[in-house]
């Protein structure tokens, strides 16, 4: 008797093997998350333990192996051109302040010209932006943020951090990211959030918009549920590798299989119950503190990748309404817009920031 058992129906199987596969049917964690009729039965640590194999034996199946196609010109992750320079990246450790605690932050910063800051996902890191930052053309016009929450990447936990266990709250997030603003003295800067980060920018642009100039949230929703799970935390289950099969699902299959590959490199690197603890934000406590949220006190875009299942396209056009923000949905692109493909990326974003220039924000 076999000690996991996937079902899969047959018509989510036909769309399974399609090339390139429809939004949501690109892995089986995809469908998984997102179809009721998609399940495991079982050992589900057995599953969890296994699911990276499972999922490459699944792809398998996928006529031509070509779910990671490529969208359009790509740029190989080091690579040096006209359009991008990582050296112009300058990197900082600072001592940071917030919530009557002092730890050391670290912050990447390149260009010149209006503030603007970019906040990383759940259970990364501010490399997500790098090609982002090394673009030549936005700083010739933008001065540019990204940092690491406590926590993650380089930026150290806090002080006495083992002594409680890492669960992220609204408030918290939102205190970090306002004092990283004030240590700078930066002046109304536009603030960019993707994930877990999109949804925080919703709440600042809602309860604290008069602070920024522009509020930018990718991928942000208030109904994102089941991304707190025990597997990115589990004993018996290695994080690393499971996060990488986990969020894999939420990537376009057409984006560069370096830019997918260097993502769920990124992800395997966080340190011990630090997704888990973000998620712990993103599904748990902000479906609370969200739902009173009004309006946005500053001009706001919403941008959601066509194959994303945690925020669908759906939940984005819903928190446009709710909060009376522009929305744009993302075709060809997953969940992790600025890391999976972020050539297609600066197209949808560059617009927006030229519109932001030319403003009297």
Not at 185 to 197: D, F, K, N, Y
Not at 264 to 276: I, N, R, S, T
Not at 344 to 352: A, D, M, N, Q, V
Request: aromatic share 14%; with cysteine; proline share 6%.
């Amino acid at each position: 008797m076999a000690d996991v058992n996937l079902v899969i129906p047959v018509r989510r199987w036909r769309q399974f093997i399609q090339t390139p596969p429809a939004p949501f049917y690109n892995t089986f964690n995809a469908m998984l998350a997102h179809f009721r009729d998609v399940t495991v039965e079982g050992d589900h640590v057995k599953w969890a333990q296994s699911v990276g194999l499972i999922e490459a034996v699944l792809r398998l199946a996928r006529s031509g192996l070509s779910d990671a196609a490529g969208q359009g010109d790509s740029l190989a992750p080091g690579t040096i051109d006209d359009r991008f320079d990582v050296s112009t990246i300058t990197g900082h450790y600072m001592n940071f302040h917030s919530r009557g605690q002092q730890s050391v932050l670290y912050y990447e910063e390149a260009g010149q010209g209006r503030p603007i800051v970019f906040l990383h996902t759940a259970g990364s890191d501010s490399r997500q932006y790098r090609y982002v930052l090394a673009n030549a053309k936005l700083q010739e016009q933008w001065h540019m943020f990204a940092f690491d929450l406590p926590f993650h990447g380089r930026s150290d936990p806090g002080p006495k951090w083992w002594e409680t266990k890492y669960l992220l709250t609204t408030e918290t997030y939102s205190d970090w990211v306002r004092d990283f603003v004030k240590h700078l003295e930066l002046h109304r800067p536009v603030i960019v959030g993707s994930s877990m980060a999109g949804a925080l920018v919703l709440y600042l642009a809602a309860e604290y918009g008069t602070e920024f100039s522009a509020a930018i949230s990718l991928e942000g929703g208030f109904g994102t549920k089941g991304r707190y799970v025990p597997w990115t935390n589990h004993p018996m289950v290695h994080p690393g590798f499971f996060l990488q099969s986990w969020v894999r699902g939420l990537m376009a299959p057409q984006s560069p299989e370096e830019w997918q590959r260097l993502t769920l490199w990124q992800y395997a690197q966080g340190g011990p119950g630090v997704y888990q603890g973000d998620t712990y934000f993103y599904s748990v406590d902000w479906l609370k503190a969200g739902r009173h949220v009004g309006p946005a006190k500053c001009p706001l875009w919403i941008l959601t990748g066509e194959y994303d299942y945690s925020c669908t396209p759906e939940d984005g056009r819903e928190a446009a309404d709710r909060l009376v923000g522009i929305f744009i949905e993302m075709k060809g692109v997953g969940h992790f817009s600025m890391s999976e493909n972020p050539l297609l990326f600066l197209r949808y974003i560059s617009p927006i920031l030229e519109e932001i220039l030319n403003s009297e924000w």
